[in-house]
């Protein structure tokens, strides 16, 4: 790239909101997408994910094969949501409107925007207590977040400035950065992962026994849900500027090995850290325990580490959260859309960290109770796109009675009747548990196999897309075959 077409891409912020972009204006090619999802899976909290499946009563060689199988089979998910975001030149969600009609599509959209502001939520607390750690080890300053409230205030400050520059930047600036990011913050990654691994009992982690094939199947679905299940509705977010000529299989592929790569890395390393002894995967708070765990001249990479890939991961995010916000009906400029979810997030954390006295616990469980019901548009989003080949660029906007996309009072009830169904269904076999004392509900179905081998997320996936297939697939044909002959007569 040019020094000048460089200089234009840093300094230009994206005025496009959640319009498809013209077939004329789409020069992405999919090396960008590998970038893109290379750096939002570096971080080094990816360890702690491999000491949950090691729990499970894994070896480490297990867990390492589940870690490949969860994260690039469900980044291949995102991979296959981008292919309607190359056909259609518009964010997932508000494609979806094609598939839910414009107001079925509400409550799908409202369920993706909950997730994201959750997780955003989520990186901001950790990667302000990454600053304050490195406070802590360069100023000897105190470790609590209610020791200095204003130290706290201002590192959270920091990590959602840092993400409001990218995020209301836009889309050509995202992929600068992320490409940077993965070769300045992968490598450094890379070192503290070497290092660690170091100072593993190979003794120990070598003796360990084989697991069962229940568990290893629970890691497979735990490593999926926490990776690409809640990534998959912003695959066409990062993809509606691909070139139309992009094959299909390249946007799976980037996907999947831009995320599964890294994640496998550092999962990787958390499982052998677990198995060999290492009580540092397994710690309440891996930023903090690396304070007197780690020598400063590895904890200070580490927790910069840290810091850095939960930034690459909070732009994405937001950026998505903020085309996920007009698309719900608020009509304000993406800008504004991206500066109204920080705000949330910055008032979230703040709360967390200084008002509550406990967060991480109850918090991820909600927010990882919303695998089901995303699993279950993803099911009803992917059948669709089996038959839908384009997109009616006019009706996606078009929110009134005469838009191509308004079906029954707004509600394609095909779609919604599938997406409901398959998430209730999926509901009867969860157990929202927040610790081995507190279980917020537990369904019916929550002590069958499927139930307790953690694959509630599945049933709505395949449940939804099969009732789709049955009931809104002929619907789709006709659709397909009218856009044409409208096209055709425009011609």
């Not at 409107?97 to 939520?121: K, M, Q």
């Not at 190979?202 to 890691?219: E, N, P, R, Y």
């Not at 926490?226 to 509606?240: E, L, P, Q, T, Y």
């Amino acid at each position: 790239m040019s020094a000048s077409k460089q200089g234009r891409i840093l300094s230009r912020v994206e005025q496009r909101g959640i319009e498809p972009v013209p077939e004329n204006q789409r020069n992405g090619a999919p090396g960008e997408l590998f970038w893109v999802w290379f750096a939002a899976n570096i971080s080094i909290l990816g360890i702690p994910l491999g000491a949950t499946i090691i729990a499970l009563g894994l070896n480490v060689w297990q867990a390492v094969l589940a870690t490949i199988i969860g994260s690039f089979g469900s980044f291949a998910l995102v991979g296959l949501v981008s292919i309607a975001g190359r056909r259609g030149g518009a964010p997932s969600l508000t494609l979806s409107r094609a598939i839910f009609g414009v107001r079925g599509n509400i409550g799908p959209t409202l369920v993706a925007l909950i997730s994201r502001l959750g997780w955003e939520t989520v990186n901001t607390i950790t990667g302000a207590s990454a600053l304050l750690s490195l406070c802590v080890i360069m100023f000897h300053t105190p470790a609590g977040y209610k020791d200095i409230p204003l130290l706290t205030f201002a590192c959270v400050v920091i990590f959602v400035a840092l993400t409001a520059v990218i995020s209301v930047a836009g889309h050509a600036f995202i992929l600068e950065v992320q490409k940077w990011a993965t070769w300045i913050f992968g490598a450094l990654t890379l070192f503290v992962a070497i290092y660690l691994v170091s100072t593993v009992n190979w003794g120990t982690l070598l003796s360990s026994k084989t697991g069962s094939t229940s568990a290893f199947i629970v890691a497979i679905g735990t490593i999926a849900s926490g990776s690409g299940i809640g990534w998959v509705n912003s695959g066409a977010d990062m993809a509606r500027y691909q070139k139309t000529s992009v094959k299909s299989g390249s946007l799976v592929l980037t996907a999947a090995a831009g995320a599964g790569i890294p994640l496998t890395i550092v999962i990787g390393v958390g499982s052998i850290l677990t198995a060999g002894g290492s009580g540092l995967a397994s710690a309440s708070d891996p930023v903090a325990a690396v304070r007197g765990a780690l020598p400063v001249w590895v904890s200070v990479p580490y927790l910069i580490a840290a810091f850095a890939g939960l930034l690459m991961s909070n732009n994405l995010s937001v950026y998505s959260a903020g085309l996920t916000t007009i698309t719900l009906g608020i009509r304000i400029p993406r800008v504004y859309a991206v500066s109204l979810d920080i705000v949330v997030t910055t008032v979230g954390a703040m709360y967390f960290m200084l008002g509550s006295g406990g967060f991480y616990g109850p918090f991820v469980t909600f927010i990882s109770l919303l695998a089901v019901p995303l699993t279950a548009w993803v099911g009803v989003f992917l059948v669709d796109l089996i038959e839908r080949k384009s997109y009616d660029s006019a009706a996606l906007l078009d929110l009134g009675k005469g838009s191509r996309y308004w079906y029954w009072h707004g509600i394609n009830i095909a779609a919604m009747v599938s997406w409901l169904v398959g998430l209730m269904v999926g509901f009867l076999f969860v157990t929202a548990r927040v610790s081995d004392k507190v279980v917020w509900f537990s369904g019916p179905l929550a002590n069958t196999a499927i139930g307790k081998n953690g694959l509630a997320w599945l049933v709505s996936l395949l449940l939804a897309g099969v009732l789709y297939a049955i009931f809104g697939l002929p619907q789709v044909k006709k659709q397909e075959t009218q856009l044409e002959r409208d096209e055709a007569n425009r011609a």
